[in-house]
């Protein structure tokens, strides 16, 4: 199995678990992040571990650098058989009127553009494969979740979500299936950083086995759908 990964490169974060979930079950994994000294540190240290895993840096909210990654994965462990869309981020924001355009556009573009942009160069593959995505969607946007306080990542993050149902439709006749996953506060070095160590967090070996399991075969029938972590 070949799994593409996007959103790996600092240590303590969701990504660096997920990668750690798949290379446990023998998968060959295609790693990405911003610069390629941070994902190439991440798969340098699984390959320690005698796990194959490829470093590859990318501005995934540039069309371009997004196309020439997929083409370098392809070239170098060939067709994926899943994409995970872990890059992301989130900041408060307030409401409308003490929002800034600059921070909407931030998290539309590290939350929403990353995935699109993944998603769309990677289909090709997954085609192929008949392959699975998995996305990071969030709580604080499932029914029930208002929103207030953070109104550009809960726009991005509910963009986040009608994406993957649109891409499980369009794509059934193809054999892809898209799903994600909405956890609540994830247990990682930034959040402990920002909440403190008594949140009630989820932790990131919870997610990264949530993720596993959306992309193995005990899922193929499961499509279009959100688990809520938390």
Same mark, same amino acid.
């Given at each position: 199995?070949?799994?593409?990964?996007?959103?790996?490169?600092?240590?303590?974060?969701?990504?660096?678990?997920?990668?750690?979930?798949?290379?446990?079950?023998? *998968?060959?994994?295609?790693?990405?992040?911003?610069?390629?000294?941070?994902?190439?540190?991440?798969?340098?240290?699984?390959? %320690?571990?005698?796990?194959?895993?490829?470093?590859? $840096?990318?501005?995934?909210?540039?069309?371009?650098q997004?196309?020439?990654?997929?083409a370098?994965?392809?070239?170098?462990?060939?067709?994926?058989?899943?994409?995970?869309?872990? &890059? $992301?981020?989130? @900041?408060?924001?307030?409401?409308?009127?003490?929002?800034?355009?600059?921070?909407?556009?931030?998290?539309? $573009?590290?939350?929403?553009?990353?995935?699109?942009?993944?998603?769309?160069? *990677?289909?090709?593959?997954?085609?192929?494969?008949?392959?699975s995505? +998995?996305?990071?969607?969030? @709580?604080? +946007?499932?029914?029930?979740?208002?929103?207030?306080?953070?109104?550009?990542?809960?726009?991005?993050?509910? $963009?986040?979500?009608?994406?993957?149902?649109? +891409? %499980?439709?369009?794509?059934? &006749?193809?054999?892809?299936?898209?799903?994600?996953?909405?956890?609540?506060?994830?247990?990682?070095?930034?959040?402990?950083?920002?909440?403190?160590?008594?949140?009630?967090?989820?932790?990131?070996?919870?997610?990264? @086995?949530?993720?596993?399991w959306?992309?193995?075969?005990a899922?193929?029938?499961?499509?279009?759908? +959100?688990?809520?972590?938390?």
């Amino acid at each position: 199995m070949v799994v593409l990964i996007t959103g790996v490169g600092r240590e303590g974060q969701v990504g660096e678990s997920v990668a750690r979930a798949f290379a446990a079950h023998g *998968a060959r994994l295609a790693l990405v992040d911003r610069t390629a000294a941070q994902a190439e540190r991440q798969a340098a240290a699984l390959r %320690a571990e005698g796990h194959e895993a490829h470093g590859f $840096g990318c501005d995934l909210a540039d069309v371009e650098q997004v196309d020439a990654m997929i083409a370098q994965v392809h070239a170098i462990v060939g067709d994926v058989d899943a994409l995970v869309c872990a &890059a $992301g981020g989130f @900041a408060p924001t307030g409401p409308l009127d003490e929002t800034a355009v600059e921070d909407i556009e931030r998290q539309l $573009g590290i939350n929403l553009k990353t995935a699109v942009l993944a998603t769309r160069a *990677a289909l090709p593959m997954l085609r192929r494969t008949r392959g699975s995505i +998995v996305y990071f969607g969030s @709580a604080a +946007v499932l029914p029930g979740a208002t929103g207030g306080g953070m109104l550009a990542y809960a726009m991005a993050k509910s $963009g986040v979500l009608a994406l993957m149902r649109a +891409v %499980a439709e369009d794509e059934r &006749a193809h054999g892809v299936r898209a799903n994600a996953v909405a956890p609540t506060s994830i247990r990682t070095a930034a959040n402990v950083a920002a909440m403190g160590d008594r949140a009630d967090y989820v932790s990131r070996e919870e997610v990264a @086995a949530s993720v596993l399991w959306l992309c193995s075969d005990a899922a193929r029938a499961v499509t279009g759908q +959100v688990l809520r972590l938390g």
